[in-house]
C-alpha cells in the first residue's frame, strides 16, 4: 500500500541544544491506524507538530500525501487534521460555529450537510448550539475531533485523545477512533497508555528520547516480545524451593502457594515439560496451571531499558 | 490567497463584537459622552472659540481619535492575545493559512469595529454640538488608515504580549498620554514657547492635526505631513509584522 505520510531522518533541536527528535524515519500507510508509543518526552507531540507545521523541522523531511510540509505547507496541510492533546476551544462560542470556523480555515466553502452528518457521528448534534463551555471534558475532545473531521481530512493525528479522561470515557474515545477506520481515515495517535495502543492500533511504532526504537505491527510485537509467565498452583505450600530447581527462572509466592515460571516462546525449547517432570521428582503436586502473555506494557518496557 | 480562510477570520471576530455589544459599543460611546460633558460644557462654557470654532467641535476629531487608537489596539491585540492564551492558535498554524492572511483577518476585523465605534461617537456628537464636516472623504482616508495601522499596532502587542498585563500596559502607558498630549483637547497653537516644539515629536499630534483639518479646515501642522506620518507608521508596522512572519518570532518554536 502507498504511504500516505513519509517521514525522512526527522530532527529538531532546539536553541539550547535539546534535541527532541533525533532522525525519526517512518511511513505511514493509507488507512492504517498507527500509535505512536512512548514515555512522557519521548518526542512524539514534537513528531507530530513538525508533520503538522507548528514546529520548525531543523533538518529532514516530511511528506503528507507527497507533498514537502515544509516547501508545500497548504497542499499538505489541506490533507490533515490534528486533535491536540490540550484541550483548546473558544469557550464562549458555540459548537457548531466552532466546527464551521475550522472548515473556513481550511478553505473549504460551507457544507451544513457535511459538519451536520460530522456532530452526529460524534453524538455532538443535540449540542450543535450549546457554548462549549457548557460542555464536559469528553464532550469538549469530540468537538476538538469534529473540528478537526471538519475538513475532510484523509490523515487524522490524535495526541493523548484520552489523557486526563475516565475509564468509561477512554472506551468511548476508543469506540470513535474505530468508526473512525470504517470511514478509511488515516488516523496517528499517540499515546503512553499501552492498553489503548493494544486496543487502537494496527501498528506501534514505540519511541523514546527522540527516537523510534521499532515500528511492527502490533499481533506480532507482541509475539515477538512473547514472553510469558507459567503460574503453578501447589496442592500444598512449599517452604523453600529445593536445590534441584534453582536453575529455572522461578519464584515463589510469599504464602508459599504458587510458583511462577518465567518463559520465552521464542525459544526452540520454553522448558516447560521438564519443569513439570522435575517438579513430581520433588514430589510437588500441581493443582493447576495458567500461563499470562506479557502485556504491551511489559514489551515497552524491555525495549526501553534495553536501548537505553 | 485563502480567502475563505481570511473570510472565516474575520467573521469568527465580528462574532465576537457582536456576542459583547454592550462592552464593544456602550464604553467607549458613554466615555465620549462624559467627556462632551465635562469639557464641552463645563470648561467649554468659559473657552467660547480655537482658531474659530466652537470649543465643543473642535475637541470631537480628537475625541473620536482617543476611542479609534483605543479600540484598534485593544480588539487588534486581544483577538491574536486570547487564542495564545486559550492555545486555540493551534489551529491556525496548523491550517492552509500564510500569516498575512491570518493578519488580514485578525485586523480588517478589528479595523471594522473601531470604525464602527468611530461612526457612532461622530453620530452622537452630532447630538451634542453643531458640526460640519469640510472635507468628508478625507475624514474618511484618515480614519481608515488610523484604524488599519493600529490595528496592526494592536496585533503586533498582541503577539509580544506574554501575559494580560503586558497586553494593556501599553495602551495605558503609552497611547493615552500620546493621545493626550497631542492636542486632542487643544490646539498646539495654545501651547507656551518650547512646548510648541516637543510637542511635534509626538506622532498622534499629526493624526489628530490631519483629522481636524477634515473637518474644519483647520490644522496644527500642513495635512500632507500629517498624511506623510500616517503613511510611514503603516509601512513601520507592516515591516515589523513582515519580520514576525519570517522569523516565526513569540509564535513558533
Redesign the interface.
Given at each position: 500500500m502507498a504511504a500516505i505520510i513519509s517521514i525522512r531522518d526527522l530532527k529538531k533541536s532546539?536553541d539550547n541544544g535539546f534535541e527532541a527528535l533525533k532522525g525519526v524515519s517512518l511511513d505511514i500507510e493509507k488507512g492504517e491506524i498507527i500509535a505512536l508509543l512512548g514515555p512522557n518526552g519521548a518526542g512524539k507531540t514534537t513528531l507530530i507538530g513538525a508533520v503538522?507545521?507548528?514546529?520548525?523541522i531543523s533538518s529532514g523531511q516530511a511528506l503528507v500525501g507527497g507533498f514537502d510540509v515544509a516547501k508545500e505547507?497548504?497542499?499538505a496541510?489541506?490533507l490533515?487534521g490534528?486533535v491536540?492533546q490540550?484541550l483548546?476551544?473558544?469557550?464562549?462560542?458555540t459548537v457548531w460555529?466552532s466546527v464551521?470556523?475550522?472548515?473556513?480555515?481550511?478553505?473549504?466553502?460551507r457544507d451544513d450537510a457535511h459538519i451536520e452528518n460530522v456532530l452526529k457521528s460524534l453524538s455532538l448534534w443535540d449540542k450543535k448550539d450549546n457554548q462549549c463551555k457548557e460542555l464536559s471534558g469528553g464532550m469538549k475532545r469530540r468537538v476538538m475531533i469534529a473540528?478537526a473531521l471538519s475538513h475532510n481530512p484523509e490523515v487524522l493525528f490524535l495526541d493523548e485523545p484520552t489523557a486526563g479522561v475516565d475509564v468509561n470515557l477512554r472506551r468511548d474515545m476508543w469506540k470513535v477512533v474505530g468508526d473512525l477506520r470504517n470511514t478509511g481515515v488515516t488516523v496517528i495517535l499517540t499515546t503512553h497508555y499501552i492498553e489503548e495502543a493494544e486496543e487502537m492500533a494496527d501498528r506501534v511504532a514505540v519511541i523514546n528520547k527522540g527516537s523510534i526504537l521499532l515500528v511492527e505491527d502490533k499481533t506480532q510485537l507482541m509475539q515477538s516480545f512473547g514472553r510469558k509467565v507459567l503460574t503453578l498452583d501447589l496442592g500444598a505450600p512449599l517452604a523453600t524451593l529445593p536445590e534441584s530447581l534453582a536453575d529455572y527462572d522461578l519464584s515463589r509466592s510469599e504464602d508459599g502457594k504458587q510458583l511462577s515460571y518465567a518463559y520465552d516462546t521464542r525459544e526452540a525449547r520454553t522448558g516447560i515439560t521438564r519443569l513439570i517432570t522435575d517438579l513430581a521428582a520433588e514430589g510437588i503436586h500441581v493443582r493447576d496451571l495458567d500461563s499470562t502473555k506479557s502485556s504491551l506494557e511489559d514489551v515497552f518496557l524491555d525495549l526501553v531499558e534495553e536501548k537505553a | 490567497m485563502n480567502w475563505r480562510a481570511i473570510g472565516a477570520i474575520y467573521r469568527f471576530e465580528m462574532t465576537r463584537f457582536f456576542r459583547t455589544i454592550y462592552q464593544s459599543i456602550l464604553s467607549p460611546v458613554l466615555s465620549t459622552v462624559l467627556y462632551f460633558v465635562v469639557f464641552g460644557a463645563a470648561i467649554g462654557g468659559r473657552i467660547d472659540t480655537v482658531e474659530g470654532i466652537a470649543y465643543g467641535a473642535f475637541i470631537v476629531p480628537g475625541l473620536v481619535m482617543l476611542s479609534v487608537l483605543q479600540q484598534s489596539i485593544a480588539n487588534a491585540s486581544f483577538g491574536i492575545y486570547f487564542p495564545k492564551f486559550t492555545g486555540t492558535i493551534f489551529e491556525l498554524f496548523s491550517a492552509p493559512v500564510s500569516f498575512f492572511e491570518i493578519v488580514m483577518g485578525f485586523v480588517g476585523a478589528a479595523a471594522t469595529k473601531s470604525l464602527f465605534v468611530a461612526v457612532l461617537i461622530i453620530a452622537t456628537s452630532f447630538v451634542f454640538v453643531d458640526l460640519h464636516i469640510v472635507h468628508p472623504i478625507w475624514a474618511m482616508v484618515f480614519l481608515i488608515l488610523t484604524a488599519l495601522s493600529f490595528s496592526l499596532l494592536g496585533f503586533i502587542l498582541g503577539i509580544w504580549a506574554k501575559s494580560f498585563e503586558q497586553l494593556n500596559i501599553v495602551p495605558m502607558l503609552v497611547v493615552t498620554p500620546l493621545v493626550f498630549l497631542g492636542g486632542a483637547f487643544y490646539s498646539a497653537a495654545m501651547l507656551p514657547g518650547i512646548w510648541q516644539v516637543v510637542v511635534k515629536f509626538n506622532p498622534v499630534l499629526y493624526l489628530i492635526s490631519g483629522f481636524r483639518w477634515a473637518f474644519f479646515d483647520v490644522a496644527d501642522v500642513p495635512v500632507t505631513l500629517s498624511l506623510a506620518a500616517i503613511t510611514v507608521f503603516l509601512a513601520l508596522c507592516l515591516a515589523v509584522i513582515g519580520w514576525i512572519f519570517k522569523t516565526g518570532w513569540r509564535l513558533k518554536s
Open positions: 532546539y503538522c507545521g507548528l514546529v520548525t505547507p497548504r497542499r496541510r489541506r490533515i490534528l491536540p490540550e483548546a476551544l473558544d469557550l464562549f462560542e460555529n464551521r470556523f475550522t472548515r473556513g480555515l481550511f478553505g473549504l466553502p473540528k | -
